[in-house]
């Protein structure tokens, strides 16, 4: 007979939601057990956060030597050893995955079962032989590449990101299928590591952020040398002794293009096959798990945390969600998830980042009043940097609040954690006006626009004739 575990909290996937859960459970001296089926880390440290972002870092050292005759400094084109790219790649992630280990959450008290789960009724769940009885599950299954059903798809060899980082040989002609934010990612970090790329995109590039904060970016690309087909809605797919054709579909007709890679990157599917939600009572479809505004599933005594949990799909809002359920779970305490607040960001050069609504979705909703702009090319720091691509945007709404911001520019990603904050605490424009920037620094991009809401008060009549009376004062 299977042994019996009755922990006061289950956790169901070793990615960033389920580990933050079941380390901070554990820290409060509860009784935690941890199944996850993978590799401990989940997509963040083993496919995606971690391994890109390397990636990105060594295509940018590439792309700083080409661009050092700018600065007064020559040294040519760089030689690029793809093979040891991946090595530098695959170094960042063993650097990081002690964290994430089975023999760290172990040492932390947590019970590590590495196996498939599966709920056989509402409150047991089977894994590797173990039976589990928990107070209470949180499912952070999180999920995977959607693959579309192209036609001719399972016949061509492709790759997703899951795989890509396992390449050791530099592709010669990249083709890329998806123009969001990991397709464009990608795009640029293999395009400065001397790839041809392609990237085809059914509707428009960067289509989630705003178009005239995206642009910059995508104009960086073509630049770079990256070939964007937007409008290309992908038809069908074969393979061929040249490599992998794919036909497009565009109003100018079909047309076949050929590279010697793929890569499809069209979004990700959350990962509810195989775990007996059906038996447990809990509602799912293909967007994840249903979960209310406390994350709890339709069944009471299971949350969803991150990806599968229906919402957006980031590590950070994944580590968010691990915060309320854990303070719920362990302290009674009532949550309720916010979105208004959670930033996102691309991380291509220059980067792009958006928190709240855009000046298109605040407008849609009623509640946009005004919005201020500021260019990078204003900014002492961006010039000293030659990096004057750029532009802040901040979305207000009444009484001067800010109810959303994007940046595309140079450490658009850091600038976005300041502007979060500022979203997530009901912020104004005064308030952003009163911060103190050290100079020279690109927060200060986001000063001078907070600053921009006020200058139509200085050619008021009124305003003008009080400073002309106070004057007289002395």
């Known amino acids: 007979m299977a042994s019996i575990l009755k922990p006061d909290v289950c956790v169901i996937g070793g990615g960033s939601g389920g580990l933050t859960t079941a380390a901070a459970s554990a820290a409060f001296g509860a009784d935690v057990v941890l199944i996850e089926r993978g590799k401990m880390g989940g997509d963040c440290l083993n496919y995606g956060c971690v391994p890109s972002k390397a990636l990105i870092a060594a295509a940018k050292h590439a792309a700083a030597i080409r661009e050092a005759p700018r600065f007064g400094i020559t040294a040519g084109e760089p030689t690029i050893d793809f093979s040891a790219v991946k090595d530098h790649v695959n170094h960042v992630i063993a650097a990081i995955e002690p964290n994430d280990s089975v023999e760290r959450f172990e040492s932390l008290g947590v019970t590590v079962l590495q196996a498939n789960a599966q709920f056989i009724n509402e409150d047991t769940v089977a894994a590797g032989g173990r039976i589990v009885q928990a107070r209470r599950y949180v499912v952070a299954a999180g999920s995977s590449p959607l693959v579309p059903p192209i036609a001719g798809i399972d016949e061509t060899p492709h790759y997703t990101n899951e795989t890509i980082f396992a390449l050791r040989e530099r592709p010669r002609h990249l083709i890329i299928v998806g123009g969001g934010p990991i397709g464009m990612e990608m795009a640029q970090a293999h395009r400065r590591l001397g790839c041809e790329v392609t ?183 961006a010039q000293a940097e030659r990096r004057t691509e750029g532009r802040i945007k901040l979305v207000v709404g009444s009484g001067g609040r800010l109810l959303g911001a994007g940046v595309a520019g140079m450490s658009a990603g850091e600038m976005t954690n300041m502007l979060a904050l500022a979203v997530g605490k009901g912020m104004t424009i005064g308030d952003l006006r009163d911060f103190v920037s050290p100079y020279p620094s690109l927060s200060e991009v986001g000063k001078r626009a907070a600053t921009s809401y006020y200058q139509p008060f200085t050619r008021r009549p009124v305003v003008r004739a009080a400073v002309r009376f106070l004057g007289r004062f002395g």
Not at 249 to 275: D, F, I, K, M, Q
Not at 340 to 360: C, K, M, N, R
Request: hydrophobic share 40%; glycine share 12%.
């Open 199 to 381: 990237v085809l995109e059914g509707g428009s590039f960067l289509g989630r952020d705003d178009p005239e904060l995206a642009e910059i970016v995508l104009t960086r690309l073509k630049e770079d040398g990256v070939v964007l087909r937007s409008g290309a809605r992908v038809v069908a797919v074969a393979n061929s002794t040249d490599g992998p054709k794919v036909t497009i579909e565009t109003e100018a007709g079909r047309e076949t293009v050929t590279g010697s890679h793929l890569l499809v990157a069209v979004g990700r599917a959350p990962n509810v096959a195989g775990l007996g939600l059906d038996a447990a009572g809990i509602d799912y479809d293909k967007r994840g798990i249903k979960v209310g505004s406390d994350l709890r599933t339709t069944n009471r005594r299971v949350y969803a945390v991150g990806d599968i949990a229906g919402g957006p799909q980031f590590t950070h809002v994944a580590n968010y969600h691990a915060g309320l359920v854990v303070r719920a779970i362990l302290f009674r305490l009532p949550i309720k998830e916010r979105r208004d607040h959670l930033p996102h960001v691309t991380f291509t050069d220059p980067e792009l980042g958006q928190v709240g609504p855009t000046e298109a979705e605040a407008k849609e909703s009623g509640t946009l009043k005004h919005v201020l702009s500021w260019p990078y090319a204003e900014n002492d720091r």
